[in-house]
């Protein structure tokens, strides 16, 4: 389709611009690049339909194990400006036989510099690509271009204005049609990083999140909220709190089954405990409850969500 196809290139255009550019600097002013892998196993619930075959199947909180491989390499210079290459696998796992193993892969580049001398304003920009396989078929690949400012205040405060476009590219033929879709993506982060205490940080995101899609009823509008925390408990223990909330609302009838356009307003809250054994190894544990209340009855539940695993990073 032209969308598509326009799509393409200019990701690709973008692309080309970016790593370019950034090739060039790396190879006049920027220093050696450095690499790290980032692992995380976890097993934990996340929110599925439990039958995806079917349009009056009900979502249900369930277990998966799941593994992330995220890798980055950076290169920077003395003023400050940075290069990064982000390549990323994550692979989640569901025992049920009416649901599908999933496999992501994703690429990105980014490229920050500054504004000012001070380094207190800088810019960012993103893109990249993710491919989605439920195994063994393609499901979609997504286009990515964002732009982000950072603007760093006195007194550890800090903003980041965030604006962000992608293009989902529904694979038609291994799932369902309709789901080609256009999104728009806008958030404020606000944190505040206290210089005394054990509160470390402090960050308020009110955002929305807009997709046109081929069908309408895959299209919706949202807007939210996301609160985060972060307390050190001693040198090697760390407690993280996040809540979030947000309402839905869905631009045309659900299915034939539900004639009304879906409605849905979700709310979560997690504690999450995180212990370092040494620099480059972490075990994590979570708990919390997440409610997604609509008016279709199969869309609506609530429970308990759990997480347990670990992280580690090579340098």
Not at 273 to 289: E, I, M, Q, S
Request: proline share 3%; hydrophobic share 40%.
């Amino acid at each position: 389709m032209p969308l598509n196809f326009v799509a393409h290139r200019f990701f690709y255009c973008l692309a080309v611009v970016i790593f370019s550019g950034g090739a060039c600097a790396a190879a006049e002013t920027f220093g050696p690049p450095k690499s790290s892998l980032r692992l995380v196993g976890q097993l934990g619930t996340a929110a599925r339909v439990v039958d995806q075959s079917s349009d009056v199947a009900a979502t249900e909180l369930r277990f998966s194990p799941s593994l992330l491989a995220q890798g980055r390499i950076e290169w920077k210079n003395a003023a400050g400006d940075q290069i990064f290459l982000d390549p990323g696998i994550t692979v989640n796992l569901f025992p049920s036989e009416t649901d599908l193993d999933e496999a992501r892969l994703s690429l990105f580049g980014e490229y920050r510099f500054n504004l000012a001398s001070d380094q207190t304003k800088q810019l960012r920009f993103r893109t990249g690509i993710e491919r989605l396989s439920r195994f063994p078929e393609e499901r979609f690949l997504r286009y990515s271009a964002q732009a982000a400012l950072r603007v760093t205040h006195a007194q550890g405060r800090s903003s980041i204005y965030t604006l962000r476009y992608r293009y989902r590219d529904q694979n038609e033929e291994n799932s369902f049609e309709g789901f080609d879709q256009n999104e728009l993506f806008g958030s404020l982060r606000y944190a505040w990083t206290p210089s005394k205490g054990q509160v470390e940080q402090i960050a308020v995101t009110p955002y929305f999140d807009l997709r046109d899609a081929e069908g309408q009823n895959f299209s919706y509008e949202e807007f939210g909220l996301r609160v985060q925390a972060r307390y050190r408990l001693r040198s090697d223990l760390t407690l993280r709190a996040s809540a979030r909330a947000f309402v839905r609302d869905y631009k045309d009838v659900f299915s034939s089954a539900f004639p009304v356009e879906r409605e849905d307003t979700r709310t979560a809250f997690e504690v999450e405990l995180r212990k370092a054994y040494d620099p480059n190894t972490t075990l994590f544990a979570a708990v919390g409850w997440e409610a997604n209340q609509s008016n279709v009855s199969v869309r609506d539940y609530q429970g308990v969500t759990l997480r347990l695993g670990v992280e580690v990073t090579f340098k």
